[in-house]
């Protein structure tokens, strides 16, 4: 299975220690005073020069004002769980702004919002960006509202300045997101009959919630796009970690969505009195687990790199004082960006457990639940992303993201991108997430300059 566990798309901080620092603000002058010239006349910037072109940032900050008010929570959140009426409504209400940005809307039959524009040639493959609208329970505003809203706001821009780029360009905002990237899966043919019959937080399966959003789940066969079928995929993003803040940081350039690999780990020892069993006549799976989650935090931290790994989850059986632990259950879980590490570092793990289920008289069992694999953008995307911030004044770090998105499922069709703005004290998924307006609009103009650079990049063949 390909998915994010549900709870855990978009959720997780990013785990970003320490990485280059790329740049600081110091010249855009000269950029921008060039551009200028070429301002005065739209059409000569079609072939992707940006100039001192700009998305409206106190529009885009309406927009999202607006658009927390569908599924608004006494918190100051929003709970708009995907396939609710709050999400429904927020649905319609994006459908609108995309309309006025131009853009020809329809819905696909996985529900996803497409808002189509044509390009000058249109053989070219298509350059997609979006995000999500739906929340989690309990969410905040920002996740994912951003990105869409800013994807809107990018191609209301270019509307506005007459720019026709070369690419034909679809404005994509995905449907449930948060309950296990369910409208990227669909993109790329990997939605199963088994998660159309999950029920989600809104009460309904995914094949009925589909259904209530607009789309037919009879025709899931249309919405599946090829590998190579697309330019390019970029997706705006707050950070869900507190990175970018803490290093006073303008913008994040996403080196990849990590891999996410969970195991069950079942340790069986032998339950026994604990008064009348010796210490040194014990089978203690519990004493056994304790001495394998020490080794799990030793070997990841082992070598360098920014892997992480946790055992998160445990149960004792049968979970009494007077008794010796029998039986432990404990999760165990992996990530980075290389799959090969984490698989490296699983099997040291398994090694170590061998040696203490041979000191300690118990067996091991692993049992994988769950392999994402790693994601990693484009190096191209990432330059130009880089640049792009870089000629508007902002600073830069690259980054991975500890989180899961669309743009993973979107990295098997093509070449990925993801921008990242700082979140505010690391919060998401929370209605304290918070991003600054300022920080907002930045992101939103590194992707309207990133979306024209790749227009003018050849990024594949087609
Ligand atoms: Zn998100």
Not at 12 to 36: H, K, P, V, Y
Not at 131 to 143: K, L, M, Q, R, Y
Not at 163 to 179: A, K, S, W
Not at 407 to 422: E, H, K, S, Y
Request: hydrophobic share 40%; with cysteine.
């Amino acid at each position: 299975m390909t998915t994010t566990p549900p709870e855990r798309a978009c959720q997780e901080d990013a785990q970003s220690s320490i990485e280059a620092t790329m740049n600081r603000r110091q010249f855009n002058c000269g950029l921008a005073a060039a551009g200028l010239l070429m301002l005065r006349r739209p059409q000569a910037m079609a072939s992707g020069a940006v100039g001192d072109l700009r998305v409206n940032g106190a529009r885009l900050n309406q927009h999202l004002a607006e658009l927390s008010q569908f599924g608004k929570n006494p918190q100051g959140g929003v709970s708009r769980v995907a396939y609710t009426e709050a999400d429904r409504q927020g649905r319609e209400y994006v459908m609108g702004l995309m309309r006025a940005a131009k853009l020809d809307v329809s819905i696909d039959a996985a529900g996803n919002l497409v808002g189509r524009r044509v390009g000058s040639d249109n053989n070219l493959k298509p350059i997609l960006f979006g995000s999500h609208i739906d929340s989690v329970p309990e969410g905040g505003n920002f996740d994912g509202d951003v990105g869409s809203l800013g994807a809107i706001e990018v191609a209301q821009t270019l509307a506005e300045s007459s720019i026709v780029t070369r690419h034909p360009l679809e404005v994509i905002i995905f449907q449930n997101e948060e309950g296990g990237l369910i409208g990227s899966e669909a993109v790329i043919g990997a939605l199963t009959e088994k998660e159309l019959d999950l029920v989600n937080k809104s009460g309904k399966t995914v094949r009925e919630g589909i259904k209530f959003i607009g789309g037919d789940t009879t025709k899931l066969a249309t919405v599946k796009r090829e590998k190579g079928s697309i330019a390019a995929y970029l997706e705006l993003h707050i950070e869900q970690g507190g990175t970018l803040e803490a290093e006073h940081i303008d913008i994040g350039v996403v080196e990849g969505i990590v891999g996410i690999n969970w195991w069950d780990v079942t340790i069986e020892g032998f339950a026994n009195h604990a008064g009348t069993t010796a210490m040194n006549n014990r089978q203690d799976a519990l004493l056994a687990a304790a001495k394998f989650i020490e080794a799990v935090n030793r070997l990841v931290t082992s070598i360098p790199g920014r892997q992480v790994g946790t055992v998160g989850r445990i149960q004792a059986l049968p979970g009494a004082p007077n008794v010796i632990p029998g039986k432990v259950v404990c999760s165990l879980e992996l990530r980075d960006l290389d799959a090969g590490k984490i698989q490296m570092l699983y099997q040291k793990i398994r090694a170590e457990a061998d040696e203490i289920a041979k000191s300690s008289r118990v067996t091991f069992d692993f049992k994988e639940l769950n392999a994402n694999i790693p994601a990693p953008t484009d190096p191209r995307i990432r330059a130009i992303i880089a640049q792009s911030a870089k000629e508007l004044g902002l600073t830069t770090k690259q980054m991975p993201s500890g989180a899961g998105h669309d743009a993973q499922d979107m990295a098997r069709l093509g070449p990925v991108g993801m921008i990242f703005i700082p979140s505010i004290g690391g919060i998401s998924h929370s209605p304290k997430e918070f991003s600054r307006p300022k920080d907002i609009e930045n992101g939103a103009n590194v992707l309207l300059r990133a979306v024209m650079r790749v227009d003018k990049a050849n990024l594949s063949s087609g």
